[in-house]
């Protein structure tokens, strides 16, 4: 088993032909949104952000060969790797012994049993599979009782969408409600060449710092559902777009909010009055 398994050391050394030599008996799944980091001067600069240390209880997302692991292992050994991809299962058990191997998806673990067995916050870290950024992020949100932050290589687009002003192309969903429940920072952009395969996107490293609500929701599952309602068509008015959603029998007189605005031009406090007046209504 040990010649199988490639040495991180090694890996960062080598040329793009070497590389694909020896990865050629586990490739890269396209299902999986598998590209797999082997720049070790990027790696290092996730683990600085990540800043890990003894006390931490890091879940890395779809480690893959471990290069990310065993940089942030220097520092905290307490980590749990979640998997989905069989093959290099093993790989893992034979390089991190001591460490908790999840081999399934991450969409389908319970955080909350893995906070209660941990007994500490979670952080969440991982270059994850970018066709799943939404899903996974939404699950944090879901769980963010259990969740101090989390350090992930998302696609550079999508990173732009999470940080995106009002009135801007890229503001929409994921800004509004990610900014409610988290401190979001996009960290630095990276290149493809430091991908095994090439991906055809930039990508960046973003950080969230989940917290409490500067001003709270009535119901933050009714804000969700308002948001994403507002949104549900894109350029026409606020009030065409409720109209054609779930609150479209709801009666708004008295609301302030101006529905002659498309929803890219409200602000996060007027998606929380909205959503409190419907609250009011329901």
Do not use: W
């Amino acid at each position: 088993m040990a010649s199988n398994i490639v040495s991180l050391d090694n890996l960062v050394k080598i040329n793009q032909e070497s590389l694909s030599s020896i990865m050629e008996n586990i490739r890269p799944i396209k299902r999986f949104g598998q590209n797999y980091l082997v720049d070790r001067n990027i790696l290092l600069k996730i683990v600085q952000e990540i800043n890990p240390s003894p006390d931490d209880k890091i879940v890395e997302i779809g480690p893959g060969h471990g290069a990310l692991t065993s940089e942030i292992i220097k520092y905290a050994p307490d980590l749990t790797l979640v998997e989905i991809d069989n093959r290099v299962i093993d790989e893992l058990k034979f390089r991190f012994p001591d460490i908790l191997i999840i081999n399934n998806d991450f969409l389908k673990i319970d955080l909350r049993n893995l906070y209660h067995s941990k007994g500490k916050t979670l952080r969440i870290v991982g270059n994850i599979p970018y066709n799943i950024t939404s899903p996974i992020i939404f699950k944090m949100i879901g769980n963010k009782e259990f969740i101090k932050d989390s350090v992930l290589m998302i696609q550079y687009e999508v990173a732009k969408r999470l940080i995106a002003d009002k009135r801007t192309k890229d503001y929409g969903i994921l800004a509004v409600i990610l900014n409610y429940f988290a401190d979001v920072k996009l960290c630095f952009k990276v290149s493809p060449n430091v991908f095994y395969p090439k991906p055809k996107v930039h990508s960046a490293v973003i950080h969230l710092n989940f917290r409490e609500p500067a001003e709270p929701v009535a119901d933050t599952n009714l804000f969700i559902k308002v948001v994403k309602a507002a949104f549900g068509n894109r350029r026409k008015t606020l009030k065409n777009s409720i109209n054609n959603s779930i609150f479209g029998e709801l009666d708004f007189d008295g609301c302030d909010i101006d529905f002659s605005k498309r929803a890219e031009e409200l602000s996060l406090t007027d998606f929380l009055h909205l959503t409190n007046f419907i609250h009011g209504r329901q």
